[in-house]
């Protein structure tokens, strides 16, 4: 189980760089490999649907963890196009055209298999049988801290005013935890915890052309059960690149 952990960590970093292998040429799949979906979505734009297959080959026998996973597509050209993806737990497919070039886009996700729930992501277009990697939208640069009194600050962009929070309902386990003192004095500067990108979900944009996506980062304070809230952020591709329409907090 550790090991797998390790590689659910590993397959996390590098699918959080947005990339995906794409290749032309398939061959025939290896033994040891499984069929998990079977798609039928137009994803090269011809007006036909071709039909997607998702495979992957377990970390070993009978574990849930897959160590290799990819998909063929096989365009009703009679073309074969194969999209190598990231490891991780619980594969899918969603399609979605995120570009907005009129065909629909294919996101990739997987359990990297920690604790917070986070998945890796990586979008990719076949448009007219050319498979092209997309970047996914970036980071916000968020930064939160514990202040004093026993009270969290945080700095989200677009959010005009800092996100004030009020912990005292927690000060017994952060004064055990030698965050605070008696009085509410910090011991030292302590930041919180902020996750990554847990998770990106398609949804419409009000007022835009089709689909954007929602991010949604994690905020806890001394560990990561001990969670705060959430900040999701509202984004939408438009001249080549992904803008951020809003960003807010919520505690649920």
């Known amino acids: 189980m550790k090991k797998e952990l390790l590689l659910g960590l590993t397959a996390f970093f590098f699918m959080s760089l947005g990339s995906v292998a794409l290749t032309h040429a ?90 917070g729930g986070i998945y890796s992501y990586s979008l990719s277009t076949v448009k007219d049988h050319k498979p092209l990697s997309l970047p996914l939208p970036p980071q916000l640069n ?29 000060k017994s386990e952060y004064i055990r935890l030698g965050i605070y003192q008696e009085n509410g004095t910090l011991n030292e500067q302590t930041e919180l915890m902020i996750d990554p990108v847990s998770i990106l979900k398609p949804v419409r944009i009000p007022g835009k052309q089709g689909y954007g996506l929602i991010a949604y980062r994690q905020v806890s304070g001394a560990y990561h059960a001990d969670r705060l809230g959430t900040v999701k952020s509202t984004w939408y591709w438009e001249k080549g690149k992904w803008n951020l329409l809003n960003a807010k907090w919520v505690t649920k």
């Open 142 to 170: 968020i930064e939160g801290r514990f202040t004093k009194g026993f009270n969290a600050r945080i700095d989200i962009p677009t959010v005009q005013n800092s996100v004030l929070l009020k912990l005292q309902n927690r």
């Open 26 to 115: 398939v061959e025939k799949p290896s033994s040891g490999f499984i069929t998990l979906h079977t798609y039928h979505e137009d994803v090269t734009g011809d007006g036909k649907q071709d039909k997607i297959i998702l495979y992957a080959s377990p970390y070993e026998e009978g574990s849930q963890y897959f160590k290799r996973i990819w998909a063929d597509i096989l365009t009703s050209h009679h073309k074969k196009i194969r999209l190598q993806f990231a490891a991780g737990y619980q594969p899918e497919i969603r399609f979605k055209d995120l570009n907005h070039d009129g065909v629909k886009d294919l996101l990739e996700s997987s359990n990297t298999g920690g604790s």
